[in-house]
Protein backbone atom coordinates (compact mmCIF):
# COMPACT_ATOMS: atom_id res chain seq x y z
CA UNK A 1 0.00 0.00 0.00
CA UNK A 2 0.80 3.39 -0.32
CA UNK A 3 -0.01 5.17 2.42
CA UNK A 4 -1.16 3.98 5.58
CA UNK A 5 -5.33 3.07 5.89
CA UNK A 6 -6.95 6.21 7.99
CA UNK A 7 -9.11 5.55 10.77
CA UNK A 8 -11.77 8.08 12.53
CA UNK A 9 -12.69 6.43 15.80
CA UNK A 10 -15.43 8.24 17.69
CA UNK A 11 -17.78 7.87 20.86
CA UNK A 12 -20.78 9.48 20.03
CA UNK A 13 -23.76 10.17 22.75
CA UNK A 14 -23.52 11.72 26.88
CA UNK A 15 -21.93 8.56 28.24
CA UNK A 16 -18.64 7.94 29.16
CA UNK A 17 -17.77 4.70 28.49
CA UNK A 18 -14.75 5.09 25.96
CA UNK A 19 -12.21 2.52 27.19
CA UNK A 20 -13.71 0.00 24.19
CA UNK A 21 -12.81 3.12 21.65
CA UNK A 22 -9.14 3.78 23.24
CA UNK A 23 -8.36 0.36 23.05
CA UNK A 24 -9.81 0.22 19.51
CA UNK A 25 -7.94 3.20 18.21
CA UNK A 26 -4.59 2.23 20.50
CA UNK A 27 -4.82 -1.76 18.44
CA UNK A 28 -5.58 -0.02 14.86
CA UNK A 29 -2.49 2.09 15.53
CA UNK A 30 -0.18 -0.85 16.32
CA UNK A 31 -1.79 -2.46 12.90
CA UNK A 32 -0.15 0.45 11.07
CA UNK A 33 -2.79 2.32 10.43
CA UNK A 34 -3.16 6.49 10.97
CA UNK A 35 -6.61 6.66 14.00
CA UNK A 36 -7.48 10.04 14.71
CA UNK A 37 -9.92 9.68 17.97
CA UNK A 38 -12.65 12.43 18.46
CA UNK A 39 -12.96 11.50 22.01
CA UNK A 40 -16.40 11.62 23.77
CA UNK A 41 -19.56 13.48 23.68
CA UNK A 42 -19.39 13.51 19.70
CA UNK A 43 -22.77 14.11 17.25
CA UNK A 44 -23.12 12.70 14.08
CA UNK A 45 -22.53 15.71 12.04
CA UNK A 46 -19.26 16.36 14.18
CA UNK A 47 -18.04 12.84 13.03
CA UNK A 48 -18.85 12.99 9.65
CA UNK A 49 -17.20 16.51 9.33
CA UNK A 50 -14.67 14.84 10.58
CA UNK A 51 -13.79 12.26 8.87
CA UNK A 52 -14.91 14.47 5.51
CA UNK A 53 -11.98 16.94 6.62
CA UNK A 54 -9.82 14.03 7.47
CA UNK A 55 -10.61 12.23 4.35
CA UNK A 56 -10.32 9.17 6.13
CA UNK A 57 -10.79 5.58 4.39
CA UNK A 58 -12.96 4.10 7.66
CA UNK A 59 -14.83 5.62 10.45
CA UNK A 60 -15.67 3.31 13.39
CA UNK A 61 -18.28 4.35 16.34
CA UNK A 62 -18.33 2.95 19.99
CA UNK A 63 -21.66 2.40 21.48
CA UNK A 64 -22.17 1.03 24.93
CA UNK A 65 -25.31 3.45 26.15
CA UNK A 66 -28.12 1.50 24.13
CA UNK A 67 -28.14 4.71 21.32
CA UNK A 68 -27.22 2.76 18.46
CA UNK A 69 -30.63 2.35 16.51
CA UNK A 70 -30.30 6.66 16.57
CA UNK A 71 -26.64 7.04 15.82
CA UNK A 72 -26.09 4.60 13.36
CA UNK A 73 -28.93 5.83 10.77
CA UNK A 74 -27.67 9.49 11.28
CA UNK A 75 -24.36 8.90 10.28
CA UNK A 76 -24.55 6.92 7.12
CA UNK A 77 -27.59 8.82 5.87
CA UNK A 78 -25.42 12.36 6.70
CA UNK A 79 -22.30 10.09 4.93
CA UNK A 80 -24.76 9.60 1.54
CA UNK A 81 -25.51 13.28 1.90
CA UNK A 82 -21.78 13.93 1.53
CA UNK A 83 -21.19 11.21 -1.26
CA UNK A 84 -19.12 9.27 0.92
CA UNK A 85 -20.30 6.04 -0.44
CA UNK A 86 -16.66 4.28 -0.83
CA UNK A 87 -16.17 5.25 2.85
CA UNK A 88 -16.51 2.51 5.77
CA UNK A 89 -18.64 2.59 8.87
CA UNK A 90 -18.51 0.20 11.29
CA UNK A 91 -17.99 -0.15 15.06
CA UNK A 92 -19.03 -2.02 18.33
CA UNK A 93 -20.06 -2.14 21.85
CA UNK A 94 -23.49 -3.66 23.40
CA UNK A 95 -25.44 -4.07 20.42
CA UNK A 96 -27.68 -6.69 20.16
CA UNK A 97 -27.98 -9.37 16.88
CA UNK A 98 -31.10 -8.47 15.50
CA UNK A 99 -30.34 -4.61 15.64
CA UNK A 100 -27.09 -5.52 13.82
CA UNK A 101 -28.85 -7.17 11.69
CA UNK A 102 -30.97 -4.53 10.58
CA UNK A 103 -28.11 -2.23 10.61
CA UNK A 104 -26.44 -3.84 7.67
CA UNK A 105 -29.01 -3.63 6.07
CA UNK A 106 -29.13 -0.02 5.27
CA UNK A 107 -25.39 0.22 4.66
CA UNK A 108 -23.74 -0.25 8.10
CA UNK A 109 -20.67 -2.26 8.06
CA UNK A 110 -19.36 -4.96 10.37
CA UNK A 111 -20.28 -4.28 14.10
CA UNK A 112 -18.32 -6.04 17.27
CA UNK A 113 -19.50 -7.64 20.20
CA UNK A 114 -17.91 -7.44 23.47
CA UNK A 115 -14.41 -9.72 23.89
CA UNK A 116 -13.81 -9.35 20.04
CA UNK A 117 -10.03 -10.39 19.61
CA UNK A 118 -8.69 -6.71 18.24
CA UNK A 119 -6.75 -8.03 16.01
CA UNK A 120 -10.51 -9.55 14.31
CA UNK A 121 -11.17 -5.80 13.57
CA UNK A 122 -8.23 -4.52 11.92
CA UNK A 123 -8.07 -7.54 9.75
CA UNK A 124 -11.41 -6.38 9.03
CA UNK A 125 -10.50 -2.89 8.65
CA UNK A 126 -7.70 -3.39 6.25
CA UNK A 127 -9.40 -6.58 3.77
CA UNK A 128 -12.37 -3.54 3.45
CA UNK A 129 -10.37 -0.75 2.68
CA UNK A 130 -8.09 -2.82 0.11
CA UNK A 131 -10.90 -4.16 -1.34
CA UNK A 132 -13.33 -1.01 -2.14
CA UNK A 133 -11.29 1.63 -1.69
CA UNK A 134 -8.71 3.46 -4.91
CA UNK A 135 -5.10 3.05 -3.63
C1 LIG B 1 -16.49 -0.27 32.48
C2 LIG B 1 -17.96 0.10 32.47
C3 LIG B 1 -18.28 1.36 32.95
C4 LIG B 1 -17.23 2.40 33.37
C5 LIG B 1 -16.76 3.12 32.09
C6 LIG B 1 -15.27 3.47 32.12
C7 LIG B 1 -14.80 4.00 30.80
N1 LIG B 1 -14.00 5.05 30.89
O1 LIG B 1 -15.08 3.48 29.75
C8 LIG B 1 -18.07 3.30 34.32
C9 LIG B 1 -17.95 2.77 35.75
C10 LIG B 1 -17.72 4.78 34.31
C11 LIG B 1 -19.49 3.01 33.83
C12 LIG B 1 -20.55 3.84 34.11
C13 LIG B 1 -21.86 3.59 33.72
N2 LIG B 1 -22.30 2.48 33.07
CO1 LIG B 1 -21.13 1.08 32.39
N3 LIG B 1 -20.22 -0.49 31.93
C14 LIG B 1 -18.95 -0.81 32.00
C15 LIG B 1 -18.79 -2.30 31.56
C16 LIG B 1 -18.73 -3.14 32.84
C17 LIG B 1 -17.60 -2.64 30.71
C18 LIG B 1 -17.37 -1.73 29.48
C19 LIG B 1 -15.90 -1.79 29.05
O2 LIG B 1 -15.12 -0.89 29.29
N4 LIG B 1 -15.50 -2.92 28.44
C20 LIG B 1 -14.12 -3.12 27.97
C21 LIG B 1 -13.98 -2.61 26.52
C22 LIG B 1 -12.56 -2.84 26.01
O3 LIG B 1 -14.88 -3.38 25.76
P1 LIG B 1 -15.94 -2.78 24.73
O4 LIG B 1 -16.15 -1.32 24.94
O5 LIG B 1 -17.12 -3.64 24.72
O6 LIG B 1 -15.18 -2.91 23.33
C23 LIG B 1 -15.06 -4.10 22.60
C24 LIG B 1 -16.21 -4.34 21.61
O7 LIG B 1 -17.46 -3.88 22.08
C25 LIG B 1 -15.77 -3.66 20.34
N5 LIG B 1 -15.86 -2.20 20.20
C26 LIG B 1 -16.17 -1.24 21.11
N6 LIG B 1 -16.05 -0.03 20.58
C27 LIG B 1 -15.68 -0.18 19.29
C28 LIG B 1 -15.41 0.75 18.29
C29 LIG B 1 -15.02 0.31 17.02
C30 LIG B 1 -14.69 1.30 15.99
C31 LIG B 1 -14.95 -1.08 16.76
C32 LIG B 1 -14.58 -1.54 15.41
C33 LIG B 1 -15.21 -2.01 17.77
C34 LIG B 1 -15.56 -1.56 19.02
O8 LIG B 1 -14.40 -3.99 20.32
C35 LIG B 1 -13.87 -3.93 21.67
C36 LIG B 1 -12.81 -4.98 21.82
O9 LIG B 1 -13.36 -6.26 21.82
C37 LIG B 1 -20.13 -2.52 30.77
C38 LIG B 1 -20.67 -3.95 30.73
C39 LIG B 1 -20.05 -4.79 29.65
N7 LIG B 1 -19.98 -6.05 29.91
O10 LIG B 1 -19.69 -4.30 28.58
C40 LIG B 1 -21.08 -1.56 31.49
C41 LIG B 1 -22.28 -0.97 30.74
C42 LIG B 1 -21.85 -0.54 29.34
N8 LIG B 1 -22.60 0.20 31.56
C43 LIG B 1 -23.87 0.44 31.66
C44 LIG B 1 -24.45 1.47 32.40
C45 LIG B 1 -25.97 1.46 32.51
C46 LIG B 1 -23.67 2.47 33.03
C47 LIG B 1 -24.21 3.65 33.85
C48 LIG B 1 -25.38 4.40 33.21
C49 LIG B 1 -24.55 3.10 35.24
C50 LIG B 1 -25.20 4.10 36.19
N9 LIG B 1 -26.49 3.91 36.38
O11 LIG B 1 -24.53 5.00 36.65
C51 LIG B 1 -22.96 4.54 33.99
C52 LIG B 1 -22.90 5.67 32.93
C53 LIG B 1 -21.97 6.76 33.38
C54 LIG B 1 -21.64 7.70 32.27
N10 LIG B 1 -21.49 8.96 32.56
O12 LIG B 1 -21.48 7.31 31.14
C55 LIG B 1 -24.69 -0.58 30.87
C56 LIG B 1 -25.26 -0.03 29.56
C57 LIG B 1 -26.67 -0.56 29.36
C58 LIG B 1 -27.23 -0.42 27.97
N11 LIG B 1 -26.47 -0.32 26.91
O13 LIG B 1 -28.42 -0.50 27.85
C59 LIG B 1 -23.66 -1.76 30.72
C60 LIG B 1 -23.86 -2.61 29.47
C61 LIG B 1 -23.77 -2.62 31.99
C62 LIG B 1 -25.10 -3.37 32.05
N12 LIG B 1 -25.11 -4.66 31.73
O14 LIG B 1 -26.11 -2.83 32.40
N13 LIG B 1 -19.54 1.86 33.13
Redesign the pocket.
Known amino acids: MKRPIR ?1 L ?2 KVG ?12 T ?2 RDAGMEVIYTGLRQTPEMVVNAALQEDVDA ?8 AHNTVFPKVINLMKEKGMDDVLL ?6 PDEDIEELNKIGVG ?9 HE ?1 AD ?2 SNWVKEHRNF
Open positions: VVALDGHDRGAKVIAALIGISILSGTGGGIIKLFHPGTNTIYI
